[in-house]
């Protein structure tokens, strides 16, 4: 059996370079990881991703260069990118996603079988998962390996720490979703 992931050389391609996609790509890189970022053709953030020392691709046109990668754009993208990915890349990826809100509203699992879909979602805003990465503070996240048949937990726990999460618990896409939702619209909403 093969096993698909994270590869023995450490290494993840983000797509996207936003604030969340910033975060990982920084701390994974700090943690020893290479990491590659797609962006779209002539994307603004190109300048930004190289002058970090990150190598981009253009995930329009490339196949993406490793085994998993985060899709770290809006959810409401994320079909059309993975429309997009199934065009380029022709062997198995696994596909790792912040948020259970696209994985459980759009049922993306079933129309993109021939991917692992995995959740890593840290309970954190952008920021604050770098700031307690360089702090060395405690952060917890969801995981969800449901629609994934060769991503091991194994390899989740690793990247998990990797980006900075100290605690991860198994949710469905759904339950992170609705615990995101009531964070972010009743609590943040509420102060």
């Given at each position: 059996?093969?096993?698909?992931g994270?590869?023995?050389?450490?290494?993840?391609?983000?797509?996207?370079?936003g604030?969340?996609?910033?975060?990982?790509?920084?701390?994974?890189?700090?943690?020893?990881?290479?990491?590659?970022?797609?962006?779209?053709?002539?994307?603004?953030?190109?300048?930004?991703?190289?002058?970090l020392?990150?190598?981009?691709?253009?995930?329009?046109?490339?196949?993406?260069?490793?085994?998993?990668?985060?899709?770290?754009?809006?959810?409401?993208?994320?079909?059309?990118?993975?429309?997009i990915?199934?065009?380029?890349?022709?062997?198995?990826?696994?596909g790792?996603?912040?948020?259970?809100?696209?994985l459980d509203?759009?049922?993306?699992?079933?129309?993109?079988?021939?991917?692992d879909?995995?959740?890593?979602?840290p309970?954190s805003?952008?920021?604050?998962l770098?700031?307690?990465?360089?702090?060395?503070?405690?952060?917890?996240?969801?995981?969800?390996?449901?629609?994934?048949?060769?991503?091991?937990?194994?390899?989740?726990?690793?990247?998990a720490?990797?980006?900075?999460?100290?605690?991860?618990?198994?949710a469905?896409?759904k339950?992170?979703?609705?615990?995101?939702?009531?964070s972010?619209?009743?609590?943040?909403?509420?102060?």
């Open positions: 059996m093969v096993i698909i994270v590869k023995k050389e450490r290494e993840l391609s983000i797509i996207g370079f604030n969340q996609a910033k975060s990982w790509s920084l701390n994974l890189r700090d943690s020893g990881y290479n990491v590659f970022i797609g962006l779209r053709k002539n994307s603004s953030s190109q300048a930004a991703a190289n002058s020392g990150f190598k981009t691709f253009c995930f329009e046109q490339d196949e993406i260069p490793t085994d998993a990668f985060a899709l770290l754009i809006p959810d409401d993208q994320h079909e059309q990118a993975l429309k990915l199934t065009a380029v890349n022709h062997s198995k990826k696994a790792l996603y912040a948020h259970g809100f696209s509203q759009n049922h993306l699992a079933d129309k993109y079988p021939h991917w879909h995995v959740l890593l979602a309970k805003i952008a920021s604050e770098r700031f307690l990465y360089e702090t060395k503070g405690s952060l917890g996240g969801f995981y969800s390996l449901d629609a994934a048949n060769n991503f091991t937990l194994s390899q989740l726990t690793e990247l720490t990797a980006i900075g999460l100290t605690n991860i618990s198994p469905s896409a339950e992170e979703t609705q615990a995101d939702l009531f972010e619209q009743t609590i943040l909403c509420s102060l």
